[in-house]
């Protein structure tokens, strides 16, 4: 009896290591490339043109296996950008959403606040945090940010609304539209 005792608390005790462990165990194996599902000249309007090619993400990986950070210019100095991070699975990703989503909107002259036609815009997301800030700094501007999460991806896009060369809240939203679709087709 007391050895069935002690193989049962033995047991109680090894089960949520195992349960927590598993995370960071398992691997999904990725459908798509971080390089497919990042926006890119062909899938933007014309007068976008990406000089620099595609990057690391200045934000570390944030725990992801790989990240690819893309920015844009537009011809009459708009700014975009666009950042996709792969995880080794979708509970690691969702977690690195819960706990770095803020990391994504900075907080230094910004005030967020939820984009109010996010709802409506039929995103296939798992999870999703669609904000604008207004800028105390006329230099910084005001911007929109995106941050979407598929499966074991997270999608970091974000643009300047105000100012020279910015882009409309109506232009936001068909880029946000576009990327969508690009994860859908991945999912597909």
Not at 29 to 57: I, Q, T, Y
Not at 161 to 186: H, M, N, Y
Request: proline share 4%; charged share 25%.
């Amino acid at each position: 009896m007391r050895k069935k005792s002690c193989i049962i608390a033995v047991l109680l005790v090894l089960l949520p290591i195992v349960v927590c462990a598993l995370p960071f165990v398992i691997r999904e194996h990725p459908k798509c490339s971080v390089e497919f599902l990042v926006l890119d000249e062909d899938k933007m309007a014309g007068g976008w043109r990406n000089d620099l090619g595609f990057l690391p993400p200045a934000l570390d990986a944030l725990g992801a296996q790989e990240a690819l950070l893309m920015t844009m210019k537009s011809d009459d100095n708009g700014a975009i950008s666009h950042a996709v991070y792969r995880y080794r699975n979708r509970w690691l990703a969702a977690f690195h959403f819960w706990l770095d989503g803020r990391g994504f909107f900075p907080s230094v002259s910004m005030h967020w606040s939820e984009l109010e036609q996010a709802d409506r815009l039929s995103l296939h997301a798992d999870q999703q945090w669609i904000q604008c800030g207004i800028s105390d700094d006329p230099i910084l501007g005001d911007m929109c940010v995106a941050v979407l999460r598929y499966n074991s991806y997270i999608s970091d896009f974000s643009a300047l609304t105000s100012g020279e060369g910015a882009i409309s809240l109506e232009e936001f939203e068909e880029i946000v539209l576009k990327i969508d679709e690009r994860f859908r087709l991945c999912g597909e």
